[in-house]
């Protein structure tokens, strides 16, 4: 199995850490790279070589939220049809997962904490995309 690269866009440190957990408990080898906010995301992905193969992202952020790194992102064309992107978010409202349903790149909408379920649906989605 090859090894996965994750980026994890998201201002909550605990968060970051349960999730880096669970990513490691689980089958998937990967590496895991982050970013506090859409900014640091976007300037750590200035070239389309840094692209992971997934990017797990925040909605909710200070200085870059998930929806400003998405418009940026795509609209400079960094986002690659490779890439799969999961908002992941604390957000329940209904509105913000239809404004997320909105961004064809956005895989799917997942509320925090990542689950094992949700590892399953990325790896499905990897392995449906032949990257795994």
Do not use: W
Not at 54 to 83: A, K, S
């Amino acid at each position: 199995m090859a090894i996965i690269d994750f980026l994890i866009v998201d201002d909550s440190d605990a968060f970051v850490k349960l999730t880096k957990r669970t990513l490691h408990k689980s089958k998937l080898e990967c590496t895991v790279r982050e970013a506090s906010n859409g900014k640091f995301a976007l300037d750590m992905l200035s070239e389309r070589a840094n692209c992971p193969a997934v990017i797990l992202l925040d909605m909710n952020m200070p200085v870059m939220n998930g929806f400003e790194f998405l418009d940026q992102y795509i609209g400079e064309g960094r986002c690659t049809d490779n890439t799969l992107i999961y908002m992941l978010t604390s957000s329940s409202m209904e509105q913000d997962k239809m404004r997320a349903g909105a961004y064809p790149q956005i895989k799917a909408y997942f509320e925090k904490p990542l689950t094992a379920q949700n590892i399953e649906q990325i790896i499905a989605d990897l392995k449906a995309q032949g990257a795994v």
